[in-house]
């Protein structure tokens, strides 16, 4: 097996998407926070978007799953809240695959205090702003549920944090 | 040192997996789809947020997070009475949600300054969570606190009961002066006033009115394992399955 660099596994890790937006990767999606290389054991550091999202388990077999399947002998998978998650954190190509997914894709910025932009999120149908917030909460722990009043649509949005 | 950090991880998770358990008792019983989600989402929050403070607590030699959740009696929980009275009607839960979340958001807010550096970086990533379950308290709280004569006088009602409760929430630790001399938390008596100050601000929007703060009588005891008849039942139903094996992989 050729040596092993962070650059070899965070391509591999682009294989690894997460479990309920099956369109992002792990890498995208901005949770993984560091790889460490220590002979043939590779260390992956990793923080959840929500601290209790259910997906976490999932997500640290996947990535064990599929280093193994490149051939790395020994994977262990921390979770680590030293550089903790927010929206920003996911990648213009991830926000781009959250859009053409019909989520809406959070705003960049700290602005979540400004609830103007939580009331009137961009449709991800037909762009507009002409929209309402219908819930905090959706389906999942990461989503929030608006409506859009010229689609006359609901759609989600991937909360900003 | 430890013990002090313990104590204080102790009632802060206690009080988060209480009330996520409360909360999802709302779980297919919302009075709208909506928020049943919304109590559902912040069960799930909280019950996060409990089992990443009992994770820390294991790092620090406690018993892994799911002994310590399910094998414990009501007298060896922390959390305050508030978290496990019964949910009640929609009008007490919401009051509830909005007096216990508004000291949590000041506590964590507080936390994210806190010298323990495991607890401030977890807390930083609480606080912002927390954001929305605020955001949450704070809509009903106005618009149902200003709406109709029956909706107004319902939030009264369940206001002044579970204002006593509410005192609770800032009982103070035996270990009050090393946490506040030792930069780990800012202590009971700040967060208490700073959530007074919050709670003044919010009910000045709606048409519901707050007793003078002196004349509310705290009701005690949680943090020190002094607990009202409803927590046991709790407890038995939480872990009813877990009790079963509890030695089962899941």
Not at chain 1, 17 to 33: H, M, Q, R
Request: a negative charge.
């Amino acid at each position: 097996m050729k040596s092993l660099t962070t650059a070899i596994i965070y391509s591999w890790l682009e294989e690894v998407k997460d479990p309920e937006i099956p369109v992002l990767s792990l890498l995208d999606l901005g949770v993984i926070t560091a790889v460490h290389i220590d002979g043939e054991m590779v260390q992956i550091e990793m923080t959840p978007t929500f601290v209790g999202c259910p997906a976490l388990d999932m997500m640290k077999n996947e990535i064990s799953d599929v280093l193994h399947r490149h051939g790395v002998s020994e994977v262990e998978v921390k979770v680590s809240f030293r550089e903790p998650w927010s929206s920003d954190k996911i990648s213009e190509k991830g926000k781009l695959a959250l859009k053409n997914f019909g989520l809406a894709p959070p705003p960049s910025g700290k602005i979540i205090s400004d609830l103007t932009l939580l009331e009137h999120v961009a449709c991800p149908r037909c762009n507009n702003t002409n929209t309402e917030i219908r819930n905090f909460f959706g389906p999942t722990l990461c989503r929030s549920i608006h409506y859009c009043l010229d689609c006359q649509e609901a759609f989600e949005q991937f909360k900003p944090l | 040192m430890n013990e002090v950090i313990k104590e204080l991880l102790y009632k802060i998770a206690d009080d988060q997996l209480i009330l996520g358990h409360r909360n999802s008792e709302w779980t297919g019983f919302g009075p709208l789809l909506e928020e049943d989600i919304a109590f559902s989402s912040m069960a799930q929050d909280k019950v996060g947020q409990s089992l990443a403070l009992y994770q820390i607590l294991n790092e620090l030699g406690e018993q892994p997070p799911d002994t310590v959740a399910f094998m414990r009696h009501a007298e060896r929980f922390h959390n305050c009475i508030l978290t496990e009275l019964p949910n009640g009607e929609y009008d007490f839960s919401l009051v509830r949600h909005f007096l216990f979340d508004t000291a949590e958001f000041i506590r964590f807010d507080m936390l994210r300054d806190s010298s323990f550096q495991p607890l401030a970086e977890l807390a930083h990533k609480i606080h912002g969570e927390l954001r929305y379950h605020i955001l949450h308290a704070n809509t009903w709280i106005k618009q149902l606190g200003s709406a109709t004569k029956e909706s107004i006088s319902r939030l009264q009602v369940s206001l002044d009961d579970a204002l006593p409760y509410a005192m609770g929430i800032f009982e103070e630790s035996p270990y009050e002066q090393e946490l506040i001399a030792e930069g780990i938390f800012g202590g009971e008596q700040m967060l208490k006033e700073r959530w007074m100050t919050t709670i003044e601000a919010t009910i000045h929007h709606t048409n519901l009115h707050l007793p003078a703060w002196n004349s509310i009588v705290p009701v005690l005891g949680g943090r020190m394992g002094k607990h009202s008849v409803h927590l046991q039942p709790l407890l038995d139903e939480m872990s009813e399955v877990f009790r079963i094996d509890p030695t089962a992989e899941w």
